[in-house]
């Protein structure tokens, strides 16, 4: 699926961002990089321009200094927005009354590529199903979205994300308004996804329940405190200096079922 970058090449390059509203620095002097195959969790406070980053990255945002590069271009030239899924909170993503089955909505995903109004060609129409599929939802097909339980609604995005075969997706607090049962078994197909090597982009507040799945952390707020591999994340010390406060980290090793 991801051939086109070496394992130890960047799919994000940030340099010496920074990025200010008006006169207020919110982004100072970042530079972050994510390589290819990585699953980093982008954590940090309130406030901390963690949406801001994203942003930029996405093109939303235009850097007051600094440079961004994708898949190895800068972010100003860079045109295969295909290799880029985002999914967003499920709350300010859609509306989840609409009367749209999930084959329906994972179907949109398409529309960049296929056009809207447009036909699906059968190749389309199995690309669709492998996605839902991937995200384990194949027995709710013909169901309405609006049905769904939230962690199933937020894998049908992730579904409309993956139809397009992205090579990284960002996803800006996923977890937010999903069950906590739900929210461990979405972790652990996210893992999966990043098996597959898709490189992961994950912005939370769910520190503890990021931490047994991502690869890396990175801690934002207005600059970047840390950025390492979860085993240093835990240590006690780095957390304090980035909140402020001792924080304790709590690790599941189990994964519960259910909920879903
Ligand atoms: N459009 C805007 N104009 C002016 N200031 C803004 C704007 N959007 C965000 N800010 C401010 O920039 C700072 C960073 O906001 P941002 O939304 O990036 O933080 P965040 O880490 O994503 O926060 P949260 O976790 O609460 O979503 C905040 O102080 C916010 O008030």
Known sequence: MCSELKNNENVIDIQSLTFKYGTRTVLDNINLQVKKGA?????????????????????????????????????????????????????????????????????????????LFRFLTKQHKEKVKEAIELVGLSEYMKQNIGELSGGQQQRVFIARALVSDPELIILDEPTVGVDIHSVNNFYAMLS????????????????????????AVACLNRHLHFHGNTKDFQENHKLSAFHGQEVHLLVHNHSTRGGE
Request: glycine fraction near 14%; hydrophobic fraction near 40%.
């Open 39 to 115: 699953f980093l969790g982008l954590v940090g406070p309130n406030g901390s321009g963690k949406s801001t980053l994203l942003k930029c990255i996405l093109g939303l945002l235009q850097p007051s200094s600094g440079n961004i590069k994708l898949f190895g271009k800068s972010s100003h030239k860079f045109k295969d927005w295909d290799k880029i899924g985002f999914v967003s909170q499920k709350a300010n993503s859609f509306n989840t009354g609409f009367p749209a089955t999930v084959y329906e909505v994972v179907s949109m995903g398409l529309f960049g590529k296929v056009g």
């Open 192 to 215: 999966q996804l990043n098996q597959m090597g898709i490189t992961l982009l994950l912005v939370t507040h769910d520190v503890s329940g990021m931490t047994n799945h991502v690869n």
